[in-house]
């Protein structure tokens, strides 16, 4: 599985059940996309 930051969105790749595993994950730590953008950028 991949997980793709741009500036705008976040493309993940991969199988359904490691996509939807890894959302509900991301899930617990940002309500919004937008905080799971800034956050990464942040650490870039």
């Given at each position: 599985?991949k997980?793709y930051v741009?500036?705008?969105?976040?493309t993940?790749s991969?199988?359904?059940?490691?996509?939807?595993?890894?959302?509900?994950?991301?899930?617990?730590?940002?309500?919004?996309?937008m905080?799971?953008i800034?956050?990464a950028n942040?650490?870039?």
């Amino acid at each position: 599985m991949k997980i793709y930051v741009h500036s705008k969105g976040i493309t993940l790749s991969g199988k359904a059940w490691e996509i939807r595993e890894q959302l509900k994950q991301y899930g617990k730590d940002f309500f919004y996309v937008m905080e799971w953008i800034k956050s990464a950028n942040r650490s870039l």
